[in-house]
């Protein structure tokens, strides 16, 4: 058996192993459900505003220039023109399906038509099913197609992840279809898969293996989707032969081998597993995506429900990194966290998929667009930060994108049915349930999480048996739910799975009340670490802190502008608690007349933060916060502040005296740094991340201010035969050879710049010589 039919053998032979036999649920239509107010209708209106603003004509820009057409309109700029170019039309083809689908507002159909209509005209003219926006794409393609493969986690073939480029369209092509009904969407997405199919049709499995290092997105979701569609096996062998062993055969042996991984490269992975599983009623793949549910919110997430680190997934036993970055959990990681929590949940309902989705909705997603429209990248959890916001009409980055999806699919999951007509009913958010199908209607009224309780009224074409499932959520103390119909308490059947079940005569009009006590938590970061956070019910506290001005509040069209660089405040200046552990959150009191507002004066250690309140976050915008506490207990505290202090002072000189800085081997800071190379390669050594080769390979620092003066490198001591030249746009500034006389430790040496060189970009350089390779490079930075 030859390679390429040896993968596929193994795949398909665990297919006829066990089944899926659990009766799943199903997900309502998006419109089947309709929001009411609440903060989420609002985000909704917001992002609906957004969309409606955005000029379709420049979002296809990409796209008809690579099919050879004349564009209507220039592209838009920023990641739309920098290499990544039409990945937000793909994302808006998907946002503008459930935006319509949720709203039914005719205006959001009419543009979904006429940029699908415009697409077609673009994939006609190619010819052969293409359809992508990527700057020069078909001779890349026709490069990948001979088997000529160069792929490392941020590019293939030199060009920006074009795999995860065009699953985008891909995505936005099924929801068009799936989601809105546009008939015209399938029969292109079928056309584009079957361009797909070619495309690998004479590469070896391993060729593709290798191709898949790149980014690529939820390809095997899509292929699965396409299968599901059709019911044709070619699709299905394309989505496994698109699934990356590499990270699947950890998962299968319950590994967790993700420290130092691109987080949302992987996560859409694991989305295509469970795909696949679900379309192939297949347990093995089911079982590898739940293991990597577990281990990334159990172990990986923290309060917000938000993970990694300048979008990695930091050490699970050491989150220092993220509380001290500014680079805190990637929205499109959580994203899409939501999507594979929505799939496990349908498969096997359990109160603890609906848990996290209700935790990472309120305290991330909902927090990740401000009430005037932009879209959050990074939320840092470094105590005093704060986060930048998009610029509507400038900012493309993959968090817009995403960004423009989120809040059109809130309805998706507030409740779902089994085959029987039960209804379950998972989160606790105002909106009309109206299931046609069955002649049923439910209208959830509330002002949760401000008031404890919902109402959950019944409009029925008759009177109907069916069991009412409600979930009971992990912050409510154990026993301590209650349930009245039209007034009078009722016993409820418990499923066991965290849903209590009413299961009765319903008829119209009968009214529901759920009464959800909610308590004060505190919760530890997950590495056990002396770092707090608080949360009341599944809302996440937060303290307002505005104490420095920020610079980039709103992110301007750089290819880093998502970053929230202004001023760090140092950590030895933020509040600090102090207390008995297992009484931090009995000391928060309630402030009157302002509901889900407290004050810790009891647990704050620093006079000056006495009358500090804690407030949900998701009600901080624009505003520099405090999410989790340095904490230390009361006979500690005074060696615990000289502590912190001591360590803060190192590292805020070395801030205050940085310009510019790349985390080599790292996806998006090599990207933003303009990385070019030849026969080199990226890779993990004692979890932190370095680039090494060959070849050679440099970046681009920005330089904007002229006030550096140095560029500043981290290598490790211990390497041996490592010859490599360091030169700064493109003049030889010193040669660099590694004995090991250092040890086995990280050192930096520091490399002048000639005054002559001193301008706004700054090219730093490293080539090997004779004929050895370059010393693993673990950081750049541009020094003052």
């Not at 209507?72 to 459930?98: M, P």
């Not at 420290?259 to 297949?282: C, D, M, W, Y």
């Not at 390497?719 to 006389?741: A, C, M, Q, Y």
């Amino acid at each position: 058996m030859d390679t390429k039919s040896c993968l596929l053998f193994v795949f398909l032979s665990f297919f006829s192993s066990a089944v899926i036999s659990q009766d799943k649920l199903k997900g309502y239509k998006f419109q089947e459900v309709s929001l009411l107010e609440s903060a989420f209708e609002k985000a909704q209106l917001t992002d609906k505003n957004y969309m409606l603003s955005l000029d379709a004509d420049r979002l296809l820009s990409p796209y008809i220039r690579e099919s050879g057409l004349i564009p209507k309109a220039t592209s838009y700029g920023n990641w739309e023109n920098t290499g990544l170019d039409g990945h937000t039309c793909g994302h808006y083809v998907s946002a503008l399906s459930f935006m319509y689908a949720s709203t039914r507002d005719i205006r959001l159909k009419k543009k979904l038509d006429y940029v699908i209509d415009e697409l077609e005209r673009c994939q006609i003219k190619n010819g052969d099913g293409y359809l992508s926006g990527i700057p020069g794409g078909k001779e890349m393609w026709n490069q990948i197609r001979n088997g000529n493969i160069k792929a490392s986690s941020s590019s293939l073939n030199g060009k920006w992840v074009p795999l995860y480029n065009i699953h985008k369209i891909y995505s936005g092509l099924y929801d068009a279809y799936e989601i809105a009904g546009n008939l015209k969407a399938k029969k292109m997405l079928i056309s584009l898969t079957d361009w797909c199919i070619n495309l690998v049709s004479k590469l070896t499995d391993q060729q593709i293996q290798t191709m898949l290092k790149s980014e690529y997105g939820g390809l095997n979701e899509v292929f699965a989707n396409v299968y599901s569609l059709t019911s044709d096996e070619k699709y299905l062998k394309l989505a496994l032969q698109f699934s990356d062993q590499s990270i699947l055969k950890p998962l299968e042996d319950k590994k967790d081998a993700l420290n130092g991984l691109h987080a949302n490269t992987q996560i859409p992975k694991v989305i295509g597993f469970q795909q696949i599983a679900s379309v192939s009623n297949n347990n093995e793949l089911s079982r590898a995506a739940e293991f990597f549910w577990e281990t990334v919110v159990e172990h990986r997430s923290v309060s917000i429900g938000g993970n990694s680190v300048r979008e990695h997934f930091n050490p699970s036993k050491d989150f220092s990194l993220m509380l001290e970055s500014r680079e805190g959990p990637e929205t499109c990681n959580s994203y899409n966290m939501l999507k594979l929590t929505k799939q496990l949940f349908l498969q096997e309902p359990s109160s603890k998929y609906i848990d996290y989705y209700e935790r990472t909705l309120y305290n991330h997603i909902l927090t990740s667009q401000r009430s005037e429209g932009g879209f959050v990248y990074f939320t840092p959890m470094r105590p005093g930060h704060y986060r930048t916001y998009s610029r509507n009409q400038e900012s493309f980055w993959c968090c817009v994108g995403s960004g423009l999806e989120n809040h059109g699919k809130y309805g998706e999951l507030i409740y779902a049915h089994n085959s029987l007509g039960d209804i379950y009913v998972n989160l606790f958010i105002p909106s009309k349930l109206d299931w046609k199908e069955k002649g049923v209607a439910l209208i959830q009224q509330n002002n949760f999480p401000q008031q404890d309780f919902t109402t959950i009224k019944l409009k029925l074409n008759n009177k109907k048996k069916f069991a009412l499932n409600i979930r009971k959520p992990s912050w409510v103390t154990n026993g301590k739910i209650s349930i009245l119909v039209n007034g009078e308490n009722i016993d409820v059947k418990d499923l066991g799975n965290g849903y209590v079940s009413v299961d009765r005569l319903w008829s119209t009009e009968d009214l529901v009340k759920v009464i959800l006590p909610m308590h004060s938590s505190a919760e530890f970061i997950p590495d056990g670490s002396d770092w707090v956070s608080f949360l009341h019910g599944p809302v996440v506290l937060a303290a307002e802190m505005d104490t420095l001005s920020q610079s980039n509040l709103t992110a301007d069209g750089s290819r880093m502008g998502h970053i929230a660089s202004g001023q760090l405040l140092p950590i030895n200046q933020v509040p600090l608690i102090s207390g008995n552990k297992s009484e931090l959150a009995a000391k928060l009191i309630p402030t009157s007349n302002t509901p889900l507002s407290f004050t810790a004066d009891a647990i704050i250690a620093q006079q000056k933060y006495k009358k500090m309140k804690l407030v949900p976050f998701y009600s901080l915008s624009e505003k520099r916060y405090v999410i989790y506490f340095p904490y230390s207990t009361l006979e500690n505290l005074p060696e615990k502040s000289k502590a912190v202090e001591r360590a803060e002072m190192e590292k805020m000189k070395l801030e205050q005296e940085t310009v510019d800085l790349v985390n080599t081997g790292e996806q998006q800071p090599e990207s933003d740094h303009n990385f070019k190379g030849e026969k080199t390669e990226n890779g993990i050594f004692r979890e932190n991340h370095f680039r090494t080769g060959s070849g050679w390979f440099s970046y681009q620092l920005n330089n904007k201010d002229l006030s550096a003066r140095k560029v500043q490198v981290l290598l490790y001591g211990a390497e041996k035969n490592r010859n490599f030249d360091v030169l700064i746009n493109d003049v030889l500034i010193e040669t660099v050879r590694l004995n090991g006389e250092k040890g086995d430790i990280y050192f930096t040496r520091d490399f002048l710049i000639p005054a002559q060189l001193l301008n706004k970009n700054i090219v730093v350089k490293f080539q090997t010589i004779d004929g050895t390779k370059i010393g693993n490079i673990f950081q750049v930075r541009l020094m003052k």
